[in-house]
């Protein structure tokens, strides 16, 4: 499903944030990214989500090379892809609700599918009853939540988290957890860059771990690990 084929990205200061990295993963794995600050990780996501153009090398996603399509194909891309922010990124004048229908709105949905598509999505992440309430009266990992509804209402093939518990407890970090899990089990892919070692160590997916922009470490069922 995803392809990095040597790829390096130079940004125009001179840093090589991604050196020569080849990596595939498959359609409905769970990966999880670790690295050090700096190591690459925020780099390579921007890159999949076509924010970032590499400087070499190849990127290949569901059988298109990113560096080719036009840029009036940029948004059909991004439609596949879910988001999910550590800052939420929520709008904080419009409801839980509109917060999640705006995902739909941006891709041209008609009123009627908005209406029957994001009642399913907020019952999915538990917050149908909190529709109609602002962001500022939720809490983080309900603000989190419906961070989730609106990255998963377009029924994207990929979510790219990142560090989706950085704001959270440990508590409200595992229910989040557990509900991407339970999105994964459903046939999505995600790739979650994260510092969380308790949550990667126990989880024991797999682990792609980053270092100066290089793979240093890729494991099926991994862990943490010393160099991140």
């Known amino acids: 499903m995803i392809q990095f084929n040597n790829v390096t990205k130079i940004y125009a200061n001179g840093i090589k944030a991604i050196n020569d990295v080849t990596l595939r993963i498959r359609k409905g794995e769970f990966v999880f990214l670790v690295g050090p600050s700096g190591a690459g990780k925020s780099t390579l996501t921007k890159l999949l989500y076509r924010e970032e153009i590499p400087s070499r090398g190849q990127i290949i996603f569901n059988g298109k090379s990113l560096a080719r399509i036009r840029p009036r194909e ?3 891309l991004r439609r596949k892809i879910g988001m999910v922010f550590q ?3 929520l709008f904080p004048q419009k409801t839980v609700f509109e ?3 705006f995902a739909l709105e941006v891709t041209g949905a008609s009123n009627r599918e ?3 598509v994001v009642p399913v999505v907020l019952n999915l992440v538990g917050l149908i009853e909190k529709a109609d309430s602002f962001p500022d009266y939720l809490s983080g990992g309900e603000q989190q939540r419906v961070c989730i509804a609106r990255a998963i209402v ?4 990929l979510i790219i988290a990142d560090e989706p518990t950085g704001n959270l407890d440990p508590d409200t970090s595992w229910d989040l957890m557990n509900l991407l899990l339970d999105i994964n089990r459903r046939g999505t892919t995600i790739i979650m860059a994260t510092h969380a070692w308790d949550i990667v160590d126990a989880m024991k997916k797999r682990v792609v ?4 922009g290089r793979v240093v470490r890729d494991e099926m069922r991994g862990v943490y690990g010393h160099e991140a």
Do not use: E
């Open 74 to 76: 940029v948004p059909y």
């Open 87 to 89: 800052d939420f990124r």
């Open 99 to 101: 917060n999640v229908s």
């Open 114 to 116: 908005i209406r029957k």
């Open 154 to 157: 377009n029924n994207p093939v």
């Open 209 to 212: 771990a980053l270092k100066d």
